[in-house]
């Protein structure tokens, strides 16, 4: 059995989850995969089953009945990952924002350089990012660093989806008290571990926007991070994390 797992959540992903489950099984590190898919119309999960037939050891789906968002998709699969050995827990998008060869760069973050989560990070040298209009860049940037300013975090890119943890940190997470489901959940969870103490390190990575398939983005999502962030803050003054 691998020690590594990547979830990866979808919701009609159709156009690109085949080549990145066959791009992730061809790495020459042996990682296991989880899709959590939220019951996508499109086909996506007919897919993954096909898939299955060929990789029935390294891959595995978990699926949903509806959509319920980015945050609730990864507590489920970290879940499920604890209930196994595996021993390092890997988040990733399935539309190849996130260079799945970067995997190992991850895993060697947290199995040999000390981090307890590694980061993907597009803004720890530069602003690392294609294919994006300069209004999306400048609205990730800027709230990266409203969130490092308001809940002094050392970390540039706040809201990076693309991480390794290690097992020890999501044992420690109590998962009933996340409440965030979007993108404030990737704060959150950088959040709680390091004021749980945990070593978070960045990794500079390239993240290139999709070039097929259906951004999930939306104003509901950002109005959720920039609020989520106070929010934190304010349960952070009333609360002892370790």
């Known amino acids: 059995m691998s020690e590594s797992l990547v979830i990866i959540p979808t919701y009609n992903e159709?156009?690109?989850?085949?080549?990145?489950?066959?791009t992730v099984m061809g790495l020459p590190r042996v990682f296991h995969v989880l899709v959590v898919d939220d019951n996508s119309p499109d086909g996506t999960q007919q897919i993954i089953g096909n898939l299955q037939e060929e990789y029935p050891e390294r891959l595995h789906l978990l699926a949903r009945q509806g959509k319920q968002g980015l945050g609730t998709a990864y507590l489920a699969g970290f879940r499920w990952a604890l209930?196994?050995?595996?021993?390092?827990?890997?988040?990733?998008?399935?539309?190849?924002?996130?260079?799945?060869?970067?995997?190992?760069?991850?895993?060697?973050a947290?199995?040999?350089?000390g981090a307890h989560v590694a980061i993907?990070?597009?803004?720890?040298?530069?602003v690392n990012v294609v294919n994006w209009p300069m209004s999306r860049v400048?609205?990730?940037y800027t709230a990266s660093r409203y969130v490092r300013i308001i809940l002094g975090m050392p970390?540039?890119?706040?809201?990076?989806?693309?991480?390794?943890?290690?097992?020890?940190?999501?044992?420690?997470i109590k998962f009933k008290s996340i409440k965030f489901v979007g993108y404030a959940f990737q704060i959150e969870m950088k959040y709680i571990a390091f004021k749980l103490?945990?070593?978070?390190?960045e990794v500079p990575v390239i993240f290139t926007d999709r070039s097929l398939g259906t951004s999930k983005m939306s104003k509901g999502i950002i109005g959720e991070a920039v609020l989520g962030v106070l929010l934190l803050r304010l349960r952070s003054l009333l609360r002892r994390y370790r």
Do not use: W
Not at 93 to 107: G, K, N
Not at 120 to 126: A, D, E
Not at 197 to 201: D, K, Y
């Open 120 to 126: 993907g990070s597009r803004y720890v040298r530069g």
């Open 14 to 22: 159709k156009e690109n989850i085949e080549r990145m489950l066959r």
């Open 83 to 108: 209930e196994r050995a595996y021993g390092y827990i890997f988040e990733m998008d399935a539309d190849f924002s996130h260079d799945p060869h970067d995997l190992e760069r991850l895993y060697q």
């Open 138 to 140: 400048l609205l990730s």
């Open 155 to 172: 970390v540039e890119d706040t809201t990076a989806g693309f991480v390794c943890y290690r097992r020890e940190v999501l044992e420690r």
């Open 110 to 113: 947290c199995a040999h350089d």
């Open 197 to 201: 103490g945990f070593t978070l390190r």
